[in-house]
């Protein structure tokens, strides 16, 4: 079974007044191309503009990849390009299909720099714990890739470039 929670959020400003608009619900795999003829809970809020913050919209990246293992230095591997969606207010990061794929409470992101975990396993069964940091002025990526069973030993780092875009979409 497939089911996607969808949220949509809306803000305007009017003089020293911001009103905050939203709805949410979830679709399937049948009704996802038909958003707009669903039932939605919706709701509406005003304020003025100082009692609220204000809404950031997220926004995608694409960032290329070069892995070079620690204990064979000169030996740079081309990875897949990551292409994800920044959430700054939910604090996490997406894939393409919009699921989560930072874990739970990693994300920071200030004026300078995103930083953010992924765990997962590599091909021979390791937990690998990639830790990313996102230059938001030069749009650097760096990752240090590390084993959970030797936390403190770096395996290998990941470095890359990445852009924004205005959106992701499937190529077919």
Known sequence: NYMKMVILDYQWDIGDTRIDAGCFGSVTQDTESRKDTLD???????????????????????????????????????????????????????NASNQPISDPHTFQANDREIKFK???????????????????????????????????????????RCDKTDTIEKKF
């Open 40 to 94: 939605f809970t919706s709701s509406i809020m005003y304020a003025h503009r100082s009692a609220t913050d204000k809404l950031i919209p997220k926004f995608a990246l694409r960032c290329t990849r070069k892995m070079e293992f620690e204990f064979k230095p000169g030996s740079v591997r081309e990875m897949p390009d990551l292409v994800i969606w920044v959430d700054i207010p939910i604090a996490h990061i997406t």
């Open 118 to 160: 992924i765990t997962g396993t590599s091909a021979n069964q390791m937990k690998i714990v990639a830790d990313y940091t996102l230059d938001r002025v030069t749009g650097s990526l760096n990752a240090a890739l590390t084993d959970l069973n030797y936390p403190n030993v770096v395996a290998a780092r990941i470095r890359g």
